[in-house]
Each structure stands twice: as structure tokens, then as C-alpha cells.
């Protein structure tokens, strides 16, 4: 157990290292906070994957792909595609992930039951490189399911495909990332930030729904990317603030949510007349001496 907490610490340092920089030097959206809103429940959703819930969906996978075998169904296929190099079979797999991603991340925002867990990676108002993070673990499990399917059926164990995991995790970690960068023509061929910002827009229906491959979205008609920020990111639906309220909201019935949306509103706003009242209270009290001490009475 040790271990693991030292490796999730170290890859917290090292993704910190990396991308607090980048966002200094090419920010997307200026004056925006380190501890953002959002940032600790985001830190508890990278340790939750880091220290259990990323081990479960591996052990998941490999029970629910082991029985698959395509040799009987496409072995002259299969062994055309392993007789290329092994550089091609990479980016083969890898855009054919993208292509099953693709298809399963509409669903996720067309299909009321996907949406009530993906809601949770959009729940963010502010995102940056941490925020890619927030992910319920069953909406996580839906996504590298689809996006390894590929790779695991043309013939990768998936030790191998973890390898493509590893690196698929990294470049969602870029595109959630504070960055702008002007990347000319290139914006047709490979994702990026400003694309995969608009993705968070208010609007689920915003589009831009592949992580790698944003052709796939001219493809299919999907591809939105305006020369500015969205001017607001999050859902247009009540949502816990909470790393545990996050993980229980998606069970929650929709007039229990509702509920408890309300609740969290009365006790902001108690909160919020408490702060207002009191410098009010210290004011009056310092200009009425006098009325302070009838109002003691």
C-alpha cells in the first residue's frame, strides 16, 4: 500500500511539474486561480484512481476481454494486420480507439443513464490539468473499455494496451490543461485544449467529442472551435461539490438530487447573510454607540 501512495505522489509531482508551467506561460483563460473551485474534491478524484479505483478497472477489463477472440472470425485479417510494423499497428489501434471513443462519448451525452455518471467529468466550472481527474469510476470503466475494445481484439494483450492507456491519459490530461497554443492546421489533426474546452461549454450538445483525432468530428459534423474560451463551463443541472457527493449523485433518484441541491442553495445562503451582516453589524456598531447599547438591552 505504501508503494502505491509513493507512486500516485510521485505522479502528482511530475504531472505538476509539467503542465503548472505550461499553463504560467501559455494561459488560456488569464487570472485564473491554482487553487481554482474545484481543485481539492479534483485532488481527491486523482488519488481515488490512483490508489484504488484505477487497479479495479484493469482487473475489470481483463475479465470482460480475456473470452474475446476474433481468429475465427477474422484470422486473415488479423494476421495482415500483424504483419505490418509494429509502429503502424500502434497508430492503426489507436485510431481505431479513437473511432469506438468517439461513438461511445456521444452516447454518454445522448443517453440520459451515460450522461447521469459523465455529468461528474463536467461538473467543473474552471478546468485545468487536474480537472481531468474528475471522472466517476463506472463512467471511467465505460471509457477504456470502448477505447481499448480496439487494440484487445486485434491481438494486444492488455499489458501492451497499457501502454496506449498511458498515453491516451496523458494527452486528456493536455486538452483539459489552462492552455492556449497556437497550433496553426494542426487544430484538423490532433486535439487540443481549445477544442476539448468547448467540450466543457454549458451546452452538452457543444460537440468535439474525439480526444485525439478532432477529424473525426469534422467527420461527422461535430467539430466547434469559436477563437475564445467558452464564457461559461459546468452542466445545467443541480450538482454536489463534494469528492463522496459526486460519487453518490448519479444512484441518487432525480427529486432526491433536487432535493439535496436545495438544501446545499439554503445553506450558501445562510452563509452568505452571515458574511453580509456582519461587517454591516461591526459598522453600525462603530458609527451607534448608542444604539449598540439599547440593542444590548
Not at 509539467?18 to 487553487?35: H, K, V
Not at 452542466?235 to 432535493?259: C, I, K, N, Q, T
Amino acid at each position: 500500500m505504501l508503494t502505491v501512495v509513493v507512486t500516485a505522489l510521485a505522479s502528482l509531482l511530475w504531472l505538476a511539474i509539467m503542465f503548472i508551467p505550461l499553463e504560467r506561460a501559455f494561459p488560456a483563460r488569464e487570472g485564473q486561480r491554482f487553487l481554482r473551485a474545484g481543485f481539492v474534491t479534483d485532488l481527491a478524484f486523482f488519488f481515488g484512481q490512483h490508489l484504488a479505483f484505477g487497479a479495479i478497472a484493469v482487473h475489470l477489463l481483463t475479465l470482460g476481454t480475456s473470452p474475446l477472440d476474433m481468429t475465427h472470425l477474422a484470422g486473415g485479417l488479423l494476421e495482415a494486420y500483424r504483419g505490418v510494423p509494429f509502429w503502424l499497428q500502434i497508430i492503426i489501434a489507436l485510431m481505431l480507439g479513437d473511432l469506438a471513443a468517439y461513438w461511445g462519448h456521444r452516447l454518454q451525452h445522448r443517453v440520459e443513464f451515460l450522461w447521469r455518471f459523465h455529468s461528474i467529468h463536467h461538473s467543473n466550472t474552471e478546468i485545468d490539468w487536474l480537472a481531468a481527474h474528475r471522472e466517476h469510476p463506472l463512467d471511467g470503466l465505460y471509457t477504456q473499455f470502448w477505447v481499448n475494445l480496439p487494440a484487445i481484439l486485434l491481438g494486444f494483450d492488455l499489458q501492451a494496451a497499457l501502454g496506449l492507456v498511458a498515453f491516451r491519459s496523458l494527452w486528456a490530461i493536455f486538452i483539459h490543461s489552462n492552455v492556449r497554443l497556437p497550433l496553426g492546421p494542426l487544430h484538423y489533426l490532433v486535439g487540443s485544449p481549445a477544442l476539448h474546452h468547448w467540450h466543457h461549454a454549458l451546452d452538452r450538445d457543444t460537440g468535439n467529442y474525439a480526444n485525439l483525432a478532432p477529424w473525426l468530428d469534422l467527420l461527422f459534423g461535430t467539430y466547434h472551435c469559436p477563437d475564445h474560451e467558452p464564457e461559461a463551463m459546468g452542466v445545467g443541472e443541480p450538482m454536489p461539490e463534494s469528492y463522496l457527493g459526486l460519487l453518490l449523485h448519479p444512484f441518487l433518484p432525480r427529486a432526491a438530487r433536487a432535493m439535496a441541491h436545495e438544501e446545499r442553495l439554503a445553506a450558501t445562503d445562510e452563509i452568505e447573510k452571515a458574511s453580509v451582516a456582519k461587517p454591516g453589524a461591526l459598522s453600525e456598531n462603530l458609527s451607534q454607540p448608542a444604539a449598540r447599547g439599547a440593542a444590548g438591552q
